[in-house]
């Protein structure tokens, strides 16, 4: 049975890129994160839209699970199938299919990558941008959308899930759909003023349709760009230089964030990005934003000196910035974080619960706000490192992560890119009519439930 369906999807594909073979497998029942590996049987990249649908429609008939792909990057196993059966690497879906430049967008495949957009780009529109998360260069643009990802624009522009113009998806039962003005029209413009079909596909974690393209929005980059950066101690201070900031809504990006090695990084610092197009504009955003923390100079100072002045601006400065540097304190190559959504207010109580969290896992704490579009809410990550050849500082990790999770949900927030616990978390908390309401989309979308099954499991 096996080898007739792995010959069935050479049909498909072609011999080349298919696989069954245990060493090619071993790379897809796991991820970088801290979750144990788990079962998957065969490995598909398709090509073309094409392709796609036919692997779908044989899923169909054999009963047979499938989990989209994009780099396995989430950290929180998302592509590691819950129930064995294929994982569809979509890397050879990588046409950068159209820039327009008037309407600032970019058409994609679902394979493309982060970098290679921004090559692209840099290449042949060098003055148009797109918010581009911290993640490894290898990240897809598509997998970044398809579980609300935060990019360096999201402060200013918004959510990476809020920058989509349109898609195209093959759904469960293998029709080809479009959504957004590409349904009815050339151009891919825009997500209004039709029904919003895209909330079927966002946030549910290739349970619902595999996208294989993608429209964007894109942005202009500004000729001037720099980072103000503060240190404070007072943590109850965060909400209200939010509040401030937002209030004149003129930053690029910000973070917020604190480690315990080395020992200067033990403060509060508060990164502002500033750009701007002429230097009079930079220079007076400048002015504004300091004019801020100027204001709370009892409990905030400019960071203009050693040592933290150039790890900081070093991690930083680029876009994107550097976030690799969090994840190898235990010098075992293992890092896992969990992101909370959560609600301005709460902060104080999320910062230092953390802290209380990880020092209870004996681990080293790591934590990062970034702030979410005009200051309404931040995504605070709570990093964990581990040194992946000790099982028992795995365990460790894990059981932090999961202290977390309880702990974003009791405070009100929401748990991001949520592994299977988390997940679990989260329905268990969820009203019943919208755990209905979810169950009833997928059924109706996935009679056979085959989408990357034990996800968003509401029933
Ligand atoms: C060091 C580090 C820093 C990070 N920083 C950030 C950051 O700043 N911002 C941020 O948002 N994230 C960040 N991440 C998390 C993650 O790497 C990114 O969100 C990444 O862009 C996810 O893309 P991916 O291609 O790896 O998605 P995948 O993990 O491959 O997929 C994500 C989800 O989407 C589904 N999926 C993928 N492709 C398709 C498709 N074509 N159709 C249907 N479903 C699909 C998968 O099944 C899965 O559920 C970071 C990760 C690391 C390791």
Redo the contacts with the bound molecule.
């Keep these: 049975m096996k080898e007739e369906l792995l010959s069935q999807l050479a049909k498909i594909v072609g011999q080349d890129y298919v696989s069954n073979r245990p060493e090619e497998l071993y790379l897809y029942s796991r991820d970088?994160g801290a979750q144990k590996p788990r079962r998957v049987d065969y490995v598909v990249m398709p090509k073309t839209v094409a392709e796609v649908q036919k692997i779908v429609m044989l899923a169909n008939q054999e009963k047979i699970a499938i989990?989209?792909?994009?780099?396995?990057?989430?950290?929180s196993a998302?592509?590691v199938p819950l129930k064995g059966g294929i994982v569809l690497d979509?890397k050879r879906m990588d046409r950068i299919i159209e820039v327009n430049e008037a309407s600032r967008y970019a058409v994609i495949e679902?394979g493309v990558t982060q970098a290679a957009l921004r090559a692209y780009l840099e290449k042949n529109y060098p003055h148009l941008q797109h918010s581009t998360?911290?993640?490894?260069p290898t990240?897809?643009i598509?997998?970044?959308i398809?579980?609300h990802?935060?990019?360096h624009l999201t402060p200013r522009y918004g959510v990476?899930s809020q920058m989509v113009n349109g898609m195209e998806v093959v759904l469960p039962t293998g029709e080809v759909c479009k959504l957004g003005s590409c349904s009815v029209s050339p151009q891919w413009f825009s997500r209004d003023p039709l029904p919003d079909l895209m909330g079927l596909f966002l946030g549910w974690?290739?349970t619902t349709?595999?996208?294989t393209k993608l429209s964007i929005q894109l942005f202009p980059k500004p000729s001037f760009r720099d980072l103000l950066i503060f240190s404070s101690d007072s943590v109850e201070l965060i909400p209200e230089i939010i509040s401030e900031l937002s209030q004149i809504n003129l930053l690029e990006n910000c973070f917020i964030i604190t480690q315990e090695k080395p020992k200067w990084a033990q403060h509060i610092f508060y990164i502002v990005v500033i750009s701007g197009e002429s230097e009079e504009e930079f220079e007076t955003k400048k002015e504004l934003h300091n004019r801020i923390f100027q204001k709370h100079q009892d409990k905030v100072a400019p960071v203009n000196e050693e040592p933290a002045i150039t790890p900081l601006r070093e991690r930083f400065l680029g876009v994107p910035p550097f976030?690799?540097t969090a994840?190898d304190f235990r010098k075992g190559g293992g890092f896992e974080y969990t992101g909370a959504i959560l609600p301005i207010e709460v902060i104080p109580q999320a910062w230092q619960s953390g802290i209380e969290i990880a020092h209870k896992h004996e681990l080293l704490y790591q934590l990062g706000i970034q702030l979410l579009p005009n200051g309404h809410s931040v995504m605070l990550a709570y990093s964990y490192p581990f040194n992946r050849a000790d099982e028992e500082d795995f365990e460790r990790a894990r059981k932090a992560l999961d202290d977390t999770n309880k702990l974003t949900l009791e405070l009100g927030g929401v748990v991001w890119k949520p592994e299977l616990t988390a997940q679990k978390l989260i329905l268990e908390k969820m009203d019943a009519n919208t755990r209905g309401l979810m169950d009833r989309i997928k059924k109706t979308l996935d009679p056979n439930g085959i989408l990357?099954p034990g996800n968003w499991e509401v029933s």
């Design positions: 970088p989990t989209p792909m994009g780099a396995g990057l989430t950290l998302l592509t979509m679902a998360p911290e993640s490894p990240a897809t598509v997998g970044n398809l579980i990802g935060h990019g990476n974690l290739g349709g595999i996208v976030a690799a994840a990357n």
